[in-house]
């Protein structure tokens, strides 16, 4: 009888099979491809085989990353509004709710634009506008018209006809408009009742499946990091990768602010302990900054909120998740207001008061199309596409979207276990018995803990968490 023993599969590092660590090798990669591509002739009117080659990658990823934003938007809304039916004088609570999150987005939309303004991030590259620009500045009242759905899914179409008189038709959604829908279905099967269950429960189990498809989609970010950076580097040179860094710093000095200035006057402003509400909501902070999404750092929002901060668990039900999809003062506020003053900058183009207070009010009301990893793509095409400036500048500051998006991601999710804290201490609902209590580590493993869940959620792990 012969015995043989298996050798053990090696395995790769944990550093190398992270998720930061493969993001920071494709920004590399990606710069050297770049490089390359540059100094080997690439231009947008010539390009190379590695140019082209970077632009597909790159482009394939912000359209799968795209493809994914309308059902999540519409879904995840409905899903949201359906908690309603669970909470006590819940009129009351959803309208303290959503006027503190316009009231936080707002202050940061702020913040935003006064850094924009006075860092400058986008000057000095020396570039001009791309040929397609019309040369467009904001309109209101084009922007109010557009906010009404001129159909149910919020389509429309736009054909373009070629030097050799071929037409193209392309498709696109206002996510403004599927956010109007979605708000009007989901407050119509409240008032149904009953007979809409089915429809309710369909919504919370497509949003389940349409999260789960967008954490494939986030896997793929690294492939996607090399052929963005790669293409904006071989287009622009040197000029960019400085003026991104500009733009980066400017970005992560703004969420500073939020996090570590705004947030701790609000939370001293209703008599609360700054020092709890960081170590209540840490664990949740730590989480959205290596998983960079909202939605999939949900269960661990909530439940921090619900057993750190002390919010009751029936509105936390509510107004947490409603925060995953509308509340993001990273992605929906500072990133959008800066990213507009340096698109602008970038390709000198000026923006008048009015463009100014035109970004102020997207940034608001465009919030709720934020929907988790997608938002930044969202608010970043609404607000240039309200303003009237180049779309072309959606793929540049994309490139470096990876390295922003854990520090937008981070506020995010700090700012939506703060609005329902305030709401609660505000209505005399808060526990702050249990706000001011020591920490116990975990969250989802803590004395308070006293429903199965808390057995149920011990792994919360990036790669175990449902995505959006």
Same mark, same amino acid.
Request: glycine residues 10%; hydrophobic residues 50%; contains cysteine.
């Given at each position: 009888?012969?015995?043989?023993?298996?050798?053990? *599969?090696?395995?790769?590092?944990?550093?190398?099979?992270?998720?930061?660590?493969?993001?920071?090798?494709?920004?590399?990669?990606?710069? =050297?491809?770049?490089?390359?591509?540059?100094?080997?002739?690439?231009?947008?009117?010539?390009?190379?085989?590695? =140019?082209?080659?970077?632009?597909?990658?790159?482009?394939?990823?912000?359209?799968?990353?795209?493809?994914?934003?309308?059902?999540?938007?519409?879904?995840?809304?409905?899903?949201?509004?359906?908690?309603?039916?669970?909470?006590?004088?819940?009129?009351?609570?959803?309208? +303290?709710?959503?006027?503190?999150?316009?009231?936080?987005?707002?202050?940061?939309?702020?913040?935003?634009?006064?850094?924009?303004?006075?860092?400058?991030?986008?000057?000095?590259?020396? +570039?001009?506008?791309?040929?397609?620009?019309e040369g467009r500045t904001g309109d209101w009242w084009a922007f109010l018209i557009g906010i009404i759905p001129s159909n149910f899914l919020g389509l429309g $179409?736009?054909?373009?006809? %070629?030097?050799? =008189?071929?037409?193209?038709?392309?498709?696109?959604?206002?996510?403004?408009?599927?956010?109007?829908?979605?708000?009007?279905?989901?407050?119509?099967?409240? *008032?149904?009742?009953?007979?809409?269950?089915?429809?309710?429960?369909?919504?919370?189990?497509?949003?389940?499946?349409?999260?789960?498809?967008?954490?494939?989609?986030?896997?793929?970010?690294?492939?996607?990091?090399?052929?963005?950076?790669?293409?904006?580097?071989?287009?622009?040179?040197?000029?960019?990768?400085? $003026?991104?860094?500009?733009?980066?710093?400017?970005?992560?000095?703004?969420?500073?602010?939020?996090?570590?200035?705004?947030?701790?006057?609000?939370?001293?402003?209703?008599?609360?302990?700054?020092?709890?509400?960081? %170590?209540?909501?840490?664990?949740?902070?730590?989480?959205?900054?290596?998983?960079?999404?909202?939605?999939?750092?949900?269960?661990?929002?909530?439940?921090?909120?619900?057993?750190?901060? =002390?919010?009751?668990?029936?509105?936390?039900?509510?107004?947490?998740?409603?925060?995953?999809?509308?509340?993001?003062?990273?992605?929906?506020?500072?990133?959008?207001?800066?990213?507009?003053?340096?698109?602008?900058?970038?390709?000198?183009?000026?923006?008048?008061?009015?463009?100014?207070?035109?970004?102020?009010?997207? %940034?608001?009301?465009?919030?709720?199309?934020? $929907?988790?990893?997608?938002?930044?793509?969202?608010?970043?095409?609404?607000?240039?596409?309200?303003?009237?400036?180049?779309?072309?500048?959606?793929?540049?500051?994309?490139?470096?979207?990876?390295?922003?998006?854990?520090?937008?991601?981070?506020?995010?999710?700090?700012?939506q276990a703060l609005v329902p804290t305030i709401v609660a201490k505000r209505e005399g609902i808060?526990?702050?018995?249990?706000?001011?209590?020591?920490?116990?580590?975990?969250?989802?493993?803590?004395?308070?803990?006293?429903?199965? *869940?808390?057995?149920?959620? +011990?792994?919360?792990?990036?790669?175990?968490?449902?995505?959006?």
């Open positions: 009888m012969t015995t043989s023993t298996s050798t053990p *599969k090696r395995r790769l590092p944990s550093w190398a099979t992270a998720f930061g660590p493969q993001i920071i090798i494709a920004l590399a990669l990606g710069l =050297g491809l770049g490089l390359l591509a540059k100094y080997t002739g690439h231009t947008e009117e010539t390009p190379t085989g590695l =140019g082209a080659t970077l632009t597909v990658i790159g482009s394939s990823y912000v359209s799968l990353l795209k493809s994914a934003v309308i059902p999540l938007v519409f879904f995840a809304v409905v899903a949201s509004i359906a908690n309603l039916s669970k909470v006590t004088n819940a009129a009351r609570l959803a309208w +303290q709710t959503i006027l503190w999150f316009g009231i936080t987005s707002l202050v940061s939309v702020v913040i935003g634009i006064v850094l924009g303004l006075v860092l400058r991030p986008g000057d000095g590259t020396g +570039q001009a506008a791309p040929p397609e620009y $179409a736009t054909s373009k006809i %070629s030097e050799a =008189g071929a037409v193209t038709t392309a498709l696109n959604f206002n996510v403004l408009q599927v956010l109007v829908i979605a708000i009007t279905v989901g407050v119509a099967a409240l *008032k149904v009742g009953d007979a809409a269950r089915p429809f309710l429960e369909f919504s919370t189990a497509t949003l389940a499946v349409i999260q789960k498809i967008l954490w494939w989609i986030i896997r793929l970010a690294p492939l996607g990091t090399i052929g963005l950076i790669g293409n904006a580097v071989a287009t622009y040179g040197w000029d960019t990768i400085g $003026a991104l860094g500009k733009f980066s710093v400017a970005i992560y000095i703004g969420l500073a602010l939020v996090l570590f200035a705004f947030y701790p006057v609000l939370v001293r402003a209703h008599g609360l302990s700054v020092k709890q509400y960081f %170590s209540g909501v840490w664990p949740a902070v730590q989480l959205a900054f290596v998983s960079r999404s909202s939605v999939g750092t949900l269960p661990l929002t909530q439940r921090v909120t619900e057993r750190n901060l =002390g919010v009751p668990s029936g509105y936390a039900s509510f107004a947490v998740p409603l925060g995953a999809t509308t509340k993001m003062d990273g992605c929906a506020a500072i990133y959008p207001a800066i990213s507009a003053i340096f698109v602008a900058q970038f390709f000198g183009i000026d923006l008048g008061l009015t463009d100014y207070l035109l970004i102020a009010l997207v %940034s608001v009301l465009g919030s709720a199309a934020t $929907a988790g990893t997608t938002g930044a793509v969202v608010m970043l095409t609404l607000t240039l596409s309200t303003v009237g400036l180049p779309l072309a500048g959606v793929g540049l500051i994309l490139a470096v979207d990876p390295i922003l998006d854990m520090g937008r991601t981070a506020v995010n999710v700090a700012g808060l526990d702050e018995e249990l706000y001011n209590a020591p920490r116990h580590g975990d969250p989802f493993n803590d004395e308070f803990a006293s429903d199965s *869940k808390a057995e149920s959620a +011990q792994d919360i792990s990036p790669e175990k968490v449902p995505v959006g």
